[in-house]
Each structure stands twice: as C-alpha cells, then as structure tokens.
C-alpha cells in the first residue's frame, strides 16, 4: 500500500492558481470602476435660474434668482453661481426667460457714480433692444450754420444709462423723433444740453458688454 499518494492528493489542493488572483483583481477593479462612476455622475452644482423673465437692460440682484442643483460637468463654468453677483447686481444684456439657467453671458456690470437725469430728443427709432436700465451711448451731429446739414458724428457721452422711452402719441407718433430719459455723467450734462440748444441731432447706440467678454 502506497501511503504517499493521500500526502500528494493533498498536497496538489493548496496548489496557487494565478487565475483566481486575476479574478479577485478584476472585480475589486470593476466595482471601483462602478463606485467612481457613480459618484461623478451623482455630483451636482449650484447654479442661478431666472425665478421671472428678464428683460433687456433689468437690472437684479440674487434676490430675483432661485438656485438650481444641477449636473453640469465642465459646462458649469458658463453659468452664474451664486458667488458671481455683486452686492448691487448686474444687467441683463439679453432676455432671460423664466426657468432659464443664467449664462455668464447674459450679464453685464452696473455702473454707478455721480450722474444726473436727462431727456434728450434723438433722431430716427430707438433701437429694438433699448429699454429701461439699458447702457447707450449717446451720439449727436451737430448742425451746419443754415441748419440744411450736418456734420460728422460723435460720441457725446459714452456711458449712459436708460430710464424710460417715452413713447410718441397722436400727430407726434407719426414723426421720426422719440425722446429716451437717459442717466449721465454729471460733469456730461453741460455738454447733452448745450447740443440740444444747438439743434444736434442726436442717437443712442447700445453699448451692454457682457461680463465673460471682459
């Protein structure tokens, strides 16, 4: 009787076997893999959605927001988060609707400093896109001598902002000249009225910059 051969059977079934460490590997890999794909896609970020549709030239605060929670991935850097918007606001220099996530494009800077009100008269329609808190700049030509012609145009305040557009009724509708309520410069309102006197025609051009062009 041969008692080596038991010893031997024995032996042969502690044998190591490299493919059950392969197998072992490739599940901890896999569920790895599945943990890490999880948690990336599970991973959201704060963004600002319009709570109302804004309107060319609004001005708002992060108060006229509510904030979203939303998966974004590298797209998140295109939207406002709730760090971006100063203490006193920002402009709208497109609509935005209602429900629409804020793009960084969208937004333009408030301007702020000494200035003063102004009705000015200007020439031909106010441009589609000009409405209340819209930032223009305000152009005029001054007229020849015999008041037949005029002469080249020029930036007469680079910076203005707009109160209101005052819109024409009955006969005066019917004319080519609207009056725009503008807010300027102080040290400007010299020089808007003195243009007015003079018979200048005067034009607004839109002039809102968005903040991601800066």
Do not use: C
């Not at 042969?12 to 490299?18: E, G, H, K, L």
């Not at 599940?27 to 599945?34: D, E, R, T």
């Not at 970020?45 to 974004?72: I, K, P, Q, W």
């Amino acid at each position: 009787m041969d008692r080596s051969a038991p010893r031997l059977r024995a032996h042969r079934s502690f044998v190591f076997d490299p493919r059950f460490v392969i197998g072992v590997v490739l599940v901890v890999v896999s569920a790895l893999g599945v943990t890490w794909l999880v948690a990336t896609v599970d991973q959201t970020s704060d963004v600002y959605v319009a709570s109302a549709t804004l309107n060319t030239g609004e001005r708002f605060t992060a108060d006229d927001l509510a904030v979203a929670h939303v998966r974004l991935g590298s797209a998140v850097d295109h939207y406002l988060e709730p760090a971006d918007i100063p203490a006193d606001g920002v402009v709208a220099v497109r609509p935005i609707h209602e429900g629409e996530l804020v793009p960084r494009s969208s937004v333009g800077e408030v301007r702020v400093g000494d200035e003063a009100q102004v009705v000015v008269t200007v020439s031909g329609p106010v441009p589609s896109v000009v409405d209340r808190s819209s930032r223009v700049a305000l152009w005029a030509s001054a007229a020849s001598d015999s008041g037949t012609a005029f002469a080249a145009p020029v930036v007469l305040v680079a910076e203005a902002e707009v109160i209101s557009v005052i819109k024409p009724t009955g006969i005066v509708a019917a004319g080519t000249e609207m009056q725009v309520e503008l807010r300027v410069p102080r040290e400007s309102v010299a020089s808007v009225l003195e243009a007015m006197a003079n018979g200048a025609a005067l034009a607004i051009v839109p002039d809102d910059e968005p903040l991601a062009a800066r």
